[in-house]
């Protein structure tokens, strides 16, 4: 037997481009070709793609930049995302604590939310939140009244890092929802890493005499941590593109500017068309991100 | 200071949840400045001793006591005593995501309360005795498996314990890296530290034990001082058969 061909990987000889490959991408491109043809040929649809620049970046009267309607859409998107996950990766991790928690009634607590979280659709939360919590029980007016005094320099951070004052009720609302959402699923991912780290480690550091909050930061958090990172990263992206929902309690996210927009203008597909693309170069972009990261 | 027990082991007995007795009523002692070297067939319940003496496992009758406290069904004061314990495990569980100097030193700061720098002194004469000086910034996955073992008991030093356990600390390592392992405990031993040495090795546990304590089947079937005896006139068969299998 020839040796070098003996440690020859068997995968690296699958890969070539075979004959199935080549089939499957065949038929995909003629499926996308026939929808295309289709659209340019049935549809009676005026293309007009030229308009759609000036809704992601337009320049204002005195030669700035700044963003179009869908431009604003995707950074409030960013905004919100942002919060969400961060309250989520806040409220998950202590979900994971507390179904990791010796004491029964911690367990039961946090099993309970974490299934409530996972069991109802996310828009009726967004709901629940804005029109129960946020008009009737939780005291947001006051407390939008009180933002209002802080002085000018905190509000404008404030207003920049979240919404305007006149929307931070609606802004907050559906961060909480998302975020008490997301935390099931955040939960999961940390209580996953914090399982994985091996058991030698919790006796070593119980050995030395840490304290249960000590092992829990010094030892085991930083090693879940790290572990976690991949599958917080993907998570984020669904943070992202869950944020959409939020779409129905008026907030002006890219996906309610892009409903607005095709509402307002004829241009209703490049609308949407522009508004998924804007989505995936983002999340896909973040991804690459993310990869580099690691 | 040499004399009286340190640890007293009586009749202890523990069934792990799956139903398997693994002590069945063992007793022992061990005096302060001694080496008491445990051996025994696999699954005789050695590792289970260590981890009952220092309170990894619960024990289901007996007492476990240590410097004339009863310690066992006193969770407050088994934390209180633990950092009094320094066990080494087979499987070094040297922290992956800190330095060398970090896992020695992480212990004493947090929990003993010792100033950082000063730590780090005591963390570098410690480095120099197990003979790893130039290794303080490395993490432990650059080091060979007889250097994580010497950087193991290195940290568990740091708490100065008032007595070692080693549980087959030389098992995991390739051939040629157990006699820089053993070294160091033979130091330690000659040191007057009071160990408790659980070991495959029967030529370190007749040079270095004071005292042997033969298992089986989760009993203690002889204790015999000095080692030495043990293996030259085995006192039982169990024990004969025992050395025969090895030797
Ligand atoms: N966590 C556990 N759960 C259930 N059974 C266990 C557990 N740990 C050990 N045992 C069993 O208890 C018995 C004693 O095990 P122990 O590890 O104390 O033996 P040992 O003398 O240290 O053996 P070895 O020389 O192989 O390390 C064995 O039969 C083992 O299978
Ligand atoms: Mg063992």
Known sequence: MNSSSHFTPPQLRRRAFGLFDAAVLAAA???????????????????????????ILTRGADGSWRPGALG??????????????????????GLALGRLSGSFYWRMLSRTAVEAARNMPPVIMVFIFFFFLGSQILPWPRLIEEIRSLPPAALTTLEFAAAPSGRLAAFMSAVCALAYYEAAYFSEIFRGAVLSIDRGQWEASRCLGLSRF???????????????????????ISVVKESSIVS?????????????LSATIHQMYEVWLTAALLYF???????LLFGRLE | MTGGDFISVERIYKTYDSGLAALKGVSLTVRRGETLVIVGPSGSGKSTLLRCLC????????????????????????DKMRPELGLVFQSFNLFPHLTV???????????????AAEAEKAAGRLLEKVGLADKAGARPAQLSGGQQQRVAIARAL????????????????????????????????????????????????????????????????????????FFDQPATDRARQFLEKIF
Not at chain 1, 281 to 287: A, E
Not at chain 2, 55 to 78: C, F, N
Not at chain 2, 208 to 217: I, K, P, Q, S, T
Request: aromatic share 8%; with cysteine; net charge negative.
């Open chain 1, 248 to 260: 129905v309690i008026s907030l002006p996210e890219l996906t309610f500017r892009a409903s607005e």
């Open chain 1, 29 to 55: 491109l003629a499926a996308v070709s026939f929808l295309a043809w289709q659209a340019a040929a049935d549809l009676k649809y005026g293309w007009n793609w030229s308009v759609m620049p000036q809704f």
């Open chain 2, 101 to 115: 100097m970090e896992n020695i030193t992480l212990a004493p700061v947090r929990v003993r309360r010792v100033k």
């Open chain 1, 214 to 236: 000590q092992q829990y930061r010094f030892i085991i958090l930083p090693q879940a941590g790290r572990r976690a990172a991949p599958q917080l990263a993907g998570q984020f």
């Open chain 2, 55 to 78: 309170g990894l496992e619960e024990i289901d009758a007996g007492a476990v006591v240590i410097d004339g406290q009863v310690v066992s069904g006193d969770a407050r004061l088994r």
């Open chain 1, 281 to 287: 170069i983002c999340n896909f972009g973040l991804s």
């Open chain 1, 72 to 93: 604003l859409g995707l950074g409030l998107t960013l905004k919100l995302s942002l919060w969400i996950a961060g309250g989520a990766a806040v409220l998950g991790l």
């Open chain 2, 158 to 229: 740091a708490m100065n314990p008032r007595v070692m356990l080693f549980d087959e600390v030389t098992s995991a390592l390739d051939p040629e890296m157990i006699g820089e392992v053993l070294a160091v405990m033979k130091d330690l031993a000659a040191e007057g530290l009071t160990m408790v040495v659980v070991t495959h090795e029967m030529g370190f546990a007749r040079e270095v034990g004071e005292a042997v304590v033969f298992m089986d089947g989760g009993e203690v079937v002889e204790r015999a001082a000095p080692a030495a005896r």
